[in-house]
């Protein structure tokens, strides 16, 4: 500071005249050193004040938009964990009454919707947190590298968009890192083909073609566009990855049929329980009537009452979509007698 400055310089000089030689040698090489400051210890003090209160509001105002997107997640999460919570347990309750009480099932709702919503907060804080503190470095390193700062700034927007995949793979949820490689290529083509059909959207509707029906056709030549990229991009990586190595092409393969295996799954189970409920339908409608068809054709028999024997018959070929082709003793009669080929 330049207010402390001939303090520091008179003792070195005197400490230069000292009968010690190192410690003569030493002042001399700090008093060569040695310059005065433009700012004073008071202005240093206020201008480093200055910069712990920009620091200290940049990093509140990191964790309170971190905080807010996390607890936006959240809240988004609880929704769909509730909606999809509640239509499972009332199917389930339709489907299978008398298994659990009311009291049970809202026990098992509030369990399961707890637990995922806990694993799920857990994830989203520690991912928006993380992707805050990037941002917070990537500032750190423009105010330094001024002529990259563009650069930097570029490649803080692309791993702002592909964060989420980076983060899953740094935890873990994604194995390998072509799968990686994969969903981050598919994000950005995406982005990028999106970018494409609004700046297209836009020309078609400078040439004059109405803006519904130019919307229209830009998001169907994306939509069109997206498919075919996703994939070249799993084909080109699958075959990058089986040209170097065969393990890791089958582990890829592997990884690929599990998702599949995953979406399915789901709809398989539903439809199984679904044709369980329809089975189960049919076969109690089944059995009451061929109890009640059995019945009667008993007591008809034991009767000897021919018209109710009859009646009895053909509700039974009417269970099985035919019919007996008389109902008096007369139309069989004329049947018998008759050259046509008597069919049962």
């Known amino acids: 500071p330049a207010d402390d400055y001939e303090h520091h310089k008179a003792e070195l000089e005197r400490m230069a005249c000292s009968q010690n030689e190192e410690l003569a040698a030493r002042a001399k090489a700090a008093l060569a050193k040695l310059r005065k400051s433009s700012l004073t210890r008071d202005q240093i003090k206020t201008q480093q004040a200055a910069y712990t209160h920009v620091a200290m509001q ?22 769909m964990l509730v909606i999809g919570g509640a239509v499972w347990e009332l199917r389930d309750a339709a489907t299978n009454p008398s298994e659990l009480t009311i009291w049970q099932r809202l026990e098992r709702f509030l369990g399961i919707f707890w637990k995922k919503l806990t694993a799920s907060a857990v994830v989203r804080v520690g991912k928006e947190f993380a992707l805050e503190a990037l941002h917070l470095l990537f500032g750190v390193l423009r105010n330094i590298f001024k002529s990259a700062g563009a650069l930097l700034s570029t490649l803080a927007q692309g791993i702002s968009t592909v964060w989420e995949s980076i983060y899953d793979y740094l935890t873990g949820k994604i194995e390998s890192f072509s799968q990686l490689v994969t969903v981050i290529l598919k994000t950005l083509t995406t982005v990028g083909i999106g970018t494409l059909a609004f700046t297209l959207e836009q020309q078609l509707t400078a040439l004059g073609i109405p803006g519904m029906l130019s919307g229209l056709m830009a998001a169907a030549l994306a939509g069109v566009a997206v498919v075919f990229a996703n994939r070249s991009i799993d084909a080109t990586i699958f075959t990058l990855t089986n040209l170097f190595s065969c393990t890791e092409a089958s582990r890829l393969r592997r990884e690929q049929i599990e998702a599949v ?6 709809r398989l189970r539903t439809q199984r329980r679904a044709l369980e409920a329809s089975l189960q339908k049919y076969y109690a409608e089944r059995t009451r009537l061929f109890r009640s068809n059995f019945t009667d054709l008993r007591e008809a028999l034991a009767s000897r009452d021919s018209m109710r024997t009859c009646m009895a018959l053909e509700s039974l070929n009417q269970a099985f979509g035919c019919t007996l082709g008389w109902k008096t003793d007369k139309e069989f009669d004329d049947m018998m007698e008759s050259e046509d080929p008597f069919i049962l």
């Not at 807010?68 to 988004?76: F, H, N, P, T």
């Open 58 to 79: 940049t990093v509140k105002d990191g964790v309170c938009r971190a905080g807010e997107r996390s607890m936006q997640g959240i809240l988004a999460e609880a929704g």
């Open 261 to 266: 295996c995953r979406e399915a799954l789901p």
